[in-house]
């Protein structure tokens, strides 16, 4: 007597198993790519760090002051070019809660300045960029 061959294809716990797989895979890209408010505070942060330091530099090579201040949804630079440096934030929530002028320059040392920045999804976080006058702007968590 002769064996039945065995059947071909997938039993139905190999196809669950390999759904799994992918939804669980699926799951975690999705996370992975979520930009969350705190990261956009961040990048914030570091955007408006060195666009201090590029206006510090334009200020010292030019000898014009560099004043820095917030105004409406944005920022502005006044002492260089029109164009040369953004004037808007990257993210619609981003707000100044230390509304304060910033004098970048043209001198080597400048005054002890800081701003600190907030998130409108974040009320209870923010951020502080500040210099001793000497060293480049530093980030720091805002008590």
Known sequence: MR????AGGFTIIELLVVVAIIAFATAGVAFALRDTAAA???REARRLSALF???????????I???????????RFEGVPPGALPEHWLHDGTVVRAATRVVLGPEP??????????SAALPDRSLRIATD???PFA???SP
């Open 3 to 6: 064996r039945a061959a065995p």
């Open 40 to 42: 956009q505070l961040d």
């Open 53 to 63: 330091e590029s206006a510090r530099a334009q200020s010292r090579a030019s000898g």
């Open 65 to 75: 002051p560099v004043v820095w201040h917030p105004v409406g949804t944005g920022f």
């Open 109 to 118: 040392i400048i005054p002890p300045q800081e701003v600190v920045l907030g």
């Open 133 to 135: 006058g000497l060293r």
């Open 139 to 141: 980030i720091a968590e």
